[in-house]
């Protein structure tokens, strides 16, 4: 290799989770090496199969026993741009009112979208900035963001401009999802048919225009919107060559999952009230079951996905916080981890699988998620002795750093 073929990076002495089925719980490799140029993963095996001085295979190389690396986490359903709070709805649920009829008193993710449409954009940006820095601090490497608290053109393309400066911001990857059909906004009651209008022939053409768009999403649910409103928008965001994803079975059961499989769509997330026929239908498209067990926390439910049929049916579980400031406010996608477990009974494996390599489909991502060599070279560097760690220490520090294609984020 001559000087300038060199990679530009390479860690030895670490503990690999590759996720590759190697035969292995995690794909693990004890004592691993890890290089990467240009952004993108080079090798990533044991130390024995480095041929070699590694100083003439690296620009840099760093020795860092007592670490595990696994690949960035992925946190595909996020609604982090907010204004405001609601801790004040907290108390109230402590208090007996129930989600629901907090939203069908005016409450709810109507209150969040009052707060949001009050906030300019470098206002909303620094509301918004401290909480993603907060997933990055445990491990996250690449984020979505959906729109939902504006519900007017303008208020919905200050969130997706705001979603995007994190991105550049902070140097890791933002991905959009457009989620204009979050609630019914209060100045179109009894109009309904007028805001769907608006939404899916003006909001989500023009805003996909403007590239601010990457994925387009809805609430289908009792307080949200109904299966027909919702095929209406997925409908449109097939013609505008848009994928779809859906928040369905929250809290019924309105044949979401289903509807959302029937276009292809990359994900269906909470699913508490999925039946086996959403399930199967989910399998057969190949769509993503996203559980987040943030909410199903913040709310004290007690009805949790059917897990089973997902292992059953073959579909894939992805894992995120669903981090929002009515129904989960968490801050740490590790801990939805550990939810996931200590709540779902998924495994520490299916849980980190989740948050990474099933968390890039759930986005359609194909090209991280995984440590093999083509993939981009986003990783988390942990003090940890043994994986499941991850999922057992509830907060804590663990993380020593993460790169994002190679680099170091921004502070
Ligand atoms: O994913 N369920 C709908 N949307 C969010 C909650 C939003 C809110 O209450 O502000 C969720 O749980
Ligand atoms: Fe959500």
């Given at each position: ?156 393309r ?20 457009f ?24 909001m989500?053409?023009s805003l996909a225009?403007e590239?601010l768009v ?198």
């Amino acid at each position: 290799m001559t000087t300038d073929d060199r990679w530009d990076g390479l860690l030895l002495d670490v503990g690999l989770a590759t996720l590759v089925d190697n035969g292995v719980p995690y794909g693990a490799i004890a004592d691993g090496a890890i290089g990467w140029r240009d952004g993108v993963i080079t090798f990533a095996g044991p130390r024995s199969e480095l041929a070699g001085d590694p100083h003439a295979l690296a620009h840099r190389v760093e020795s860092l026993p007592g670490t595990w690396v696994t690949p960035g986490l992925i946190d595909c359903h996020t609604h982090l741009v907010f204004g405001g709070d609601r801790a004040q709805e907290f108390e109230q649920r402590l208090e007996g009112a129930s989600y629901e009829e907090i939203a069908r008193a005016g409450g709810g993710i109507v209150s969040s979208v009052r707060a949001t449409r009050a906030a300019s954009e470098d206002d909303l940006l620094r509301q918004s900035l401290p909480r993603a820095k907060a997933l990055l601090a445990d491990g996250v490497t690449t984020l979505e963001i959906k729109s939902g608290y504006g519900l007017e053109p303008d208020a919905e393309r200050r969130m997706l401009r705001v979603a995007r400066r994190i991105g550049v911001e902070l140097g890791i990857d933002v991905r959009t999802s457009f989620l204009g059909m979050h609630a019914l906004p209060p100045e179109y009651a009894g109009r309904r048919d007028e805001y769907v209008a608006l939404v899916c022939d003006t909001m989500l053409p023009s805003l996909a225009g403007e590239e601010l768009v990457d994925a387009v999403d809805a609430f289908c649910e009792g307080i949200g919107f109904t299966h027909d409103e919702t095929e209406r928008l997925f409908r449109k965001a097939s013609e505008l060559g848009l994928p779809v994803k859906l928040h369905a079975e929250q809290l019924s059961d309105l044949g979401g999952a289903a509807l959302v499989a029937r276009y292809s769509g990359l994900s269906a997330d909470h699913l508490e009230w999925t039946s086996e026929e959403g399930v199967r239908a989910m399998a057969e498209a190949g769509t993503v079951a996203v559980l987040l067990p943030g909410a199903y926390y913040a709310l004290r439910d007690t009805r949790p996905p059917p897990i089973e049929a997902f292992r059953r049916h073959g579909v894939a579980m992805a894992v995120a916080t669903d981090l929002n400031p009515g129904t989960s406010p968490l801050l740490s996608l590790r801990l939805a981890m550990g939810m996931a477990c200590t709540l779902f009974r998924l495994t520490p494996e299916e849980a980190l699988r989740g948050a990474t390599v099933h968390a890039a489909h759930a986005l359609g991502l194909d090209d991280r998620g995984i440590l093999a060599p083509g993939r981009r070279a986003d990783l988390a560097i942990w003090n940890i002795r043994h994986l499941p760690e991850l999922c057992y220490w509830i907060g804590g520090d663990l993380l020593r750093e993460v790169r994002v294609a190679g680099e170091r984020p921004h502070e």
